[in-house]
């Protein structure tokens, strides 16, 4: 059963993997610069921001057992799994270096934790403590 301290301890580690993930792109782009790429922010990399905006605040109402938190979430899963879908062929490009499987490894512990953070809101007792 999932209580809500261990609820919180979830969520606590969502934003660590976040900030992990933040933090190994940075060394790899540190070590492994990149060569002639356009940089110039456009209008997909707006969206991916507003998301990324989105994610954190519904991920912190999480924290807090705010309602909208729980339907923010959901919206923004959707919302991001829409966007991978219709993503342009730059999206799926990547760099292979050596910091590149560790940043999978923890991208896949966040779908993972998305995974655990969701069943917690539906199937467990403390759907009750968003309505």
């Known amino acids: ?13 969502q934003i660590a993997l976040i900030i992990t993930t933040f933090v190994l792109v940075a ?3 540190e070590i ?7 940089l110039s922010f456009t209008f997909s990399d707006s969206i991916h921001l507003l998301w990324a905006i989105g994610y954190i605040t519904s991920i912190s109402l ?4 705010k309602p ?8 923004i899963l959707i919302l991001g799994l829409i966007m991978t879908l ?3 062929e730059d999206f799926f490009i990547i760099e292979y270096t ?7 490894a923890v991208e896949y512990l966040i779908f993972l934790v998305d995974g655990i953070i969701l069943a ?12």
Do not use: A, R
């Open 1 to 13: 059963m999932i209580t809500e301290k261990i609820f919180k301890k979830i969520i606590q580690t």
């Open 27 to 29: 060394f790899e782009t």
């Open 32 to 38: 492994y610069p990149l060569v002639d790429e356009d």
């Open 62 to 65: 999480l924290y807090k057992f």
């Open 68 to 75: 909208l938190g729980k339907k923010l979430y959901v919206i």
């Open 86 to 88: 219709l993503g342009n």
């Open 98 to 104: 050596s910091f590149t499987p560790f940043i999978y």
């Open 120 to 131: 917690s809101l539906f199937l467990t007792t403390l759907k009750e403590k968003f309505s």
